[in-house]
């Protein structure tokens, strides 16, 4: 840190990945920085267009005396270039998960706005997002008109946090059950590599979807095996771990062969692949190759992870973040 410049905590609050807009928030006696970065500084309550430490040219806000929010575009050598130039120029980059969400989003008018725009930094799932919108209109009803119990049972028992923290969904299946290719259908890319030959998926292959609305982090498991190699067994001892982990377990089967490997968690979901080569197996048929039955087991799959029931709830508030359970009147 320079000895001419004041200490300024900094910390993003966009997520990691590539983005149209990354959000880096100061805190502290802004101006020397802001004077250095960019060259200008705005006044309280205003926002200017600046080039950004030679790096990008963005938008620089100040919400408060004592905050400032750089905007540059989200792209990750972008970010990493800002970041360096911010710590040169005398900051410290923190954990925002320490502060005050109020003190760590200056801008918002109280702890609820708050939480709501630190959770919509996390969240990957547009009705996570819509229902997150909602939030503080839904809150100042529920102040003004009384907070019901079933406000804090419903969404303290529900499983509504998966539409904040992509959950994880892991598939297993015998070898050359077409696991890969039922991934790479839903991810809408190739993200696996496929073949008609046992065991071409040595190590799990992960890729964040969107299901019908929901983000999920989907994982295609290899078969049990043995090894001595300390690669592969490394390998096995992280896919053990998803298959313990997941939030829910899809066993893939073939026609005329309904019953998945046996491991040591059973499935929560059986699934019939290559329907079109032959009749499922199981309630549930789809056909990676072409497609069919995809979008009903999409809908499946997002409805036992976040069923509709609970987003038909979502009229009332949600306690969406655990600071809100102790102020819930905020």
């Known amino acids: 840190m320079s000895d001419d410049a004041p200490a300024v905590k900094a910390w993003w609050a966009t997520t990691p990945l590539s983005g149209a807009i990354g959000i880096l928030h100061l805190e502290g006696d802004c101006p020397p ?6 060259g200008t500084v705005p006044a309280p309550g205003s926002t200017a267009l600046a080039s950004l430490a030679s790096v990008d040219r963005g938008l620089v806000a100040r919400p408060t005396e004592s905050s400032a929010l750089l905007m540059p575009h989200g792209g990750p050598q ?6 360096e130039a911010v ?46 919108m909602k939030q503080p209109r839904l809150h100042a009803i529920a102040r003004s008109e009384g907070w019901r119990p079933d406000d804090f049972d419903r969404t303290r028992a529900s499983t509504l946090s998966a539409l904040i923290d992509p959950p994880l ?28 030959l046992a065991g071409t998926t040595r190590d799990a292959v992960t890729s964040r979807v969107v299901l019908d609305g929901l983000a999920c982090d989907l994982v295609d498991l290899p078969g049990e095996r043995t090894s001595d190699d300390p690669i592969e067994q490394h390998a096995i001892r992280l896919a053990r771990g998803f298959l313990r982990e997941a939030s829910l377990l899809i066993g893939v089967v073939e026609p005329d062969h309904p019953e998945p490997p046996a491991l040591e968690r059973a499935p929560d979901l059986l699934v019939t692949n290559k329907t079109d080569l032959g009749s499922p197996s199981t309630e549930i048929g ?10 009903e087991f999409v809908r499946t799959l997002r409805h036992r992870l976040v069923p509709e029931e609970a987003l038909l709830g979502s009229g009332r508030p949600w306690l969406f973040d655990p600071a809100l359970d102790a102020d819930e009147v905020d």
Do not use: Y
């Not at 920085?33 to 960019?38: D, E």
């Open 169 to 196: 969904v892991a598939i297993v299946g015998a070898p050359n059950v077409g696991k890969s290719s039922l991934l790479n259908r839903l991810a809408g890319r190739e993200v696996a590599i496929t073949a008609d």
């Open 286 to 295: 789809v056909s990676a190759r072409t497609g069919q039955g995809i979008p």
């Open 33 to 38: 920085i802001l004077q250095k970065l960019t």
């Open 78 to 83: 972008i970010r990493r270039r800002l970041s």
């Open 87 to 132: 710590l040169d120029a005398g900051a410290v980059f923190i954990d925002p998960s320490h502060l005050d969400p109020r003190k760590a989003w200056p801008e918002a008018r109280n702890l609820v706005e708050a939480c709501m725009l630190e959770s919509l930094t996390r969240t990957s799932s547009p009705l996570g997002i819509d229902l997150l």
